[in-house]
Structure formats: C-alpha cells, structure tokens
C-alpha cells in the first residue's frame, strides 16, 4: 500500500474521525493488521478475508456513528461502482446513485454527498 498525500480533512471542532484512506485509518488498520496484528496471530478458522470484511464493517460504524456518510456513485445499485463503493465505505453508509461523472461532483458540491465513487 502506497503512501498517499495527507490533507486536513476535517473540521476541527469536530470529534475525532476516521476516514476511509486517511493516514488515521490506515496507522489503525496497520496495528490491527501488521506483523504483530491480528491476523498473524489468527489461529481460528476465520480467514484473512473474513478479518477484512468485519473490520471495515466495524470501520465503517465507527465512522457513521462520529459523522454519517452519503457516498454517491456512477450508476444504479449492484453496479460494479456500487460494489466498489460498498468495499470502501462498508454496508451502512448510505449510498446515492447519479447518471453521471458530473453529477457525482455536482452531489458533492451541494453537499448531498460527502465522498463519490
């Protein structure tokens, strides 16, 4: 996982977030997942699919329950940009389908939704 350009992202009145592909998620996910983490000492059935699917399940409450999300994405639901978004963001946040590119940033800029995908 490549290092990504970290911006300010919130405001800081607010509580402590964290967001998806933030420094602040991935230093988490890295001390849950790392050499020392949870999945190397996973000796359970569970596999390291599993862990992932129920950590950004976990992540993604955590998140809605400090800020809640409304992603909007290209295209009706079950959609492969539907799927995509739901991978990133997890099952509860709220997802808008838009027609187009522009109106994906367009839902943004309104407000309307806080990511797009």
């Keep these: ?5 970290w911006k300010k992202l919130k405001d800081p009145s607010l509580p402590s977030q964290i967001i ?16 020392s983490g949870l999945k190397r000492q996973n ?18 409450v955590a998140r809605n329950l400090e800020l809640p999300e409304r992603v909007a994405y290209l ?17 509860t946040s709220s997802y808008l389908p838009i027609s187009s590119i522009n109106g994906i940033f367009k839902e943004i800029s309104r407000g309307t939704a806080k990511f797009g995908c």
């Excluded at 996982?1 to 350009?5: D, E, H, N």
């Excluded at 998806?20 to 790392?34: D, M, Q, S, V």
């Excluded at 639901?77 to 997890?90: D, P, V």
Aim: aromatic letters at 8%.
């Design 20 to 35: 998806p592909g933030t420094r602040k998620e991935e230093e988490t996910r890295a001390g849950i997942f790392g050499n």
């Design 75 to 91: 295209g009706p639901e079950a959609t492969f940009t539907h799927q995509a978004a739901e991978s990133i963001f997890g099952a």
């Design 43 to 60: 000796k359970g059935k569970l596999t390291d699919e599993a862990i992932d699917a129920l950590f950004l399940e976990l992540f993604t």
């Design 1 to 5: 996982m490549g290092r990504k350009p």
